[in-house]
């Protein structure tokens, strides 16, 4: 089975520039989150759906942060205007309906210029 | 004060060493407990989960001791394959399926 797809895997982009990361959570997993991993900050949520509705964006660093799951297999993290300080790890995981485990994707390395 | 804490290490063993990692939570209220694993450049992965009564999978040990709020992990017979960064994971009771986590203990197994 596939496991949670996430594109691209490596993004560099100049300050001021839309960033737009995509995720594809595992089929038939109804919660989906976004985290970013920096060193200093370790792994922080973002945002996370359930049903493809957002539940809780209180990590959401500020306007400039977006996302959005029009359906079930999709969802996408957009940045605009983006910062040097956005360089990090942006990873998306998903989870079934019965289980707290998360499982993850294989993340997109940022880096703003 | 961080929801979850750890000792980010990192622990330098040598292969077959037993070697154990803590993890504080500050929520009381806390509900499920969670290690994963994450290799260099890589998502982090499940290891295990933490029961109230311990719980144990081959060379690893899992336990919870909700009175001090802290959580451990017991390597025996560490193998080289065995590093890693350790994440403690916690759901901190909100009823929500959000998790936090801890910023992780590295683990170098050395020849």
């Known amino acids: 089975d596939a496991g949670v797809i996430q594109s691209p895997r490596h993004e560099v982009t100049e300050m001021g520039q839309e960033v737009t990361l995509r995720c594809k959570p595992i089929?038939?997993?109804?919660?989906l989150f976004w985290y970013r991993q920096t060193m200093m900050r370790g792994l922080e949520l973002l945002i996370y759906f359930n049903n493809n509705v957002p539940i809780d964006d209180s990590g959401m660093p500020e306007d400039r942060f977006s996302a959005k799951m029009p359906n079930a297999s999709f969802s996408t993290l957009k940045i605009q205007p983006s910062e040097p300080r956005d360089s990090a790890v942006y990873f998306c995981?998903?989870?079934?309906?019965?289980?707290?485990?998360?499982?993850f994707g294989p993340g997109t390395r940022l880096l703003v210029l | 004060r961080k929801e979850v804490e750890q000792d980010p290490g990192p622990f330098n063993v040598p292969e077959g060493a037993t070697v154990a990692f803590n993890c504080t939570y500050s929520?009381?209220?806390?509900?499920?407990f969670f290690w994963y694993r994450q290799d260099c450049r890589k998502e982090p992965k499940l290891l295990m989960s933490?029961?109230?009564s311990g719980n144990e999978d081959g060379r690893f040990t899992a336990q919870l001791n909700r009175a001090s709020q802290y959580i451990s992990l017991l390597i025996r017979d560490s193998k080289l394959s065995d590093s890693a960064t350790y994440l403690c994971v916690v759901n901190p009771g909100t009823g929500r399926r959000a998790l936090t986590f801890g910023s992780g203990t590295r683990l170098q197994v050395q020849p």
């Open positions: 995981a998903s989870s079934p309906r019965d289980t707290e485990t998360q499982y």
């Open positions: 933490v029961y109230s």
């Open positions: 089929s038939g997993h109804n919660s």
């Open positions: 929520n009381s209220a806390s509900q499920s």
